[in-house]
């Protein structure tokens, strides 16, 4: 069962902005990136499982920025699955560049069909997601 | 028949990169705004378009920038249909800051069913937009 | 003083996911055109403070995401300044279509100089904010 | 002398639209990536440059799309310098999934000071980018 994933990203220069920064809001994307992998790395690819009908829908997102990242920065994004439910998943995720604390955050992602509605995970799905 | 539209964009600051400039990117969102207003111009809804499996494909673009936008510039974008037929509609762009042009473009979108195939404007629909 | 300001936004398609909604990270880009509207309603302008040498820096985030946001809405986002002191100001967000609650949301950003270091608020501008 | 270099990028969530596909736009931040590396590869930083004062501004882009890009999709994008003046550079764009062309470019970058205003490429980097 894995309970975290390691993801090397490069900021890239159109996610800078006139600040020199990375964007704020450029760390959910990096965060979605985390949750993708996550996946991965139990042998589940979630562009299958929307395939299936099953959709990761975020209801809630909490972010710290401690620092800033600039471009071409080379990061390392740590995603953790925090809990697991049959209707929902809790992650958190630290952003480093080198030893140095960037960014921590947290988020829940709930389980939605084709509709958009809540649905339950499949006991595969569960099971593989290290649920028990 | 509506063949321009007129639209005002400020530039966000999420949308500039770390020169200080609306990032090369974002000026093609833009343009995608301009080809909706020109839809809704004409009393068309590309959601509704959509909705009935009728989907613009972008399969051409060409710009040239002629000057940096920066953020919070009020832009003004003029879009054109340049040429219409029963499988794809060519436009022209104008971007410009006061009198002063900043971008100028031309796309060429396809239309496609939702399979991503081709597909024929009906005929309601290729009226609408102006076609003879 | 102005405590709040509403704004009304038309999600773009470039903003729209696979999954047809407002990407999540989208949102946090409607609430910076919140924060730079709030400043423009009190006569001050974001991109003017920055040519003097302020700069906002987001250092806290949290949103919860109560329903979708389609292609094409209508939003309209209501920021209201919670708490205002020399080195950093609070925002509070809702972001409706219609009458329906879509996203709330708290942020908190601070006061730095060009050289990413935390500064004051100059006087002038800490009584434009509504500062006592 | 490095002529061209190749880059893999996989498609991420946030780039798709209401579609299912890459954006069209997110292209030109691909297209910027294999430019970033194409520095890279010959021992050059464009973070580096920046700091020097000296900026690459695109002033003219064309691409031609011939099959759409999905989410996860693994690309591979070949980015080749076609001529360099002391005050610009061509590049050309392939990208591919697997063997199949999705979309092939062309761009134009002028160099530029602090200023915004065209400058020389200093007689070390424009033979570090092969030029004689």
Do not use: N, W
Not at 48 to 70: D, H, I, N
Not at 116 to 129: F, H, I, M, N, S
Request: hydrophobic share 40%; with cysteine; net charge neutral.
């Amino acid at each position: 069962m894995l309970e975290s994933c390691d993801l090397e990203i490069r900021v890239r220069y159109a996610e800078t902005d006139a600040m020199g920064y990375l964007h704020h809001a450029g760390y959910f994307v990096y965060f979605e990136m985390g949750r993708m992998e996550l996946l991965r790395g139990v042998g589940l690819s979630y562009a299958e499982m929307e395939r299936q009908g099953l959709f990761y829908v975020v209801t809630k997102l909490e972010c710290r920025y401690r620092a800033p990242a600039m471009f071409d920065d080379l990061l390392a994004l740590t995603t953790r699955k925090q809990r697991l439910t049959r209707v929902r998943v809790d992650h958190s995720y630290e952003l480093k560049r080198g030893g140095r604390l960037l960014a921590d955050a947290r988020s829940t992602v709930a389980l939605v069909g084709r509709d958009g509605r809540p649905t339950l995970l499949p006991e595969d799905l569960y099971q593989a997601l290290g649920g028990t």
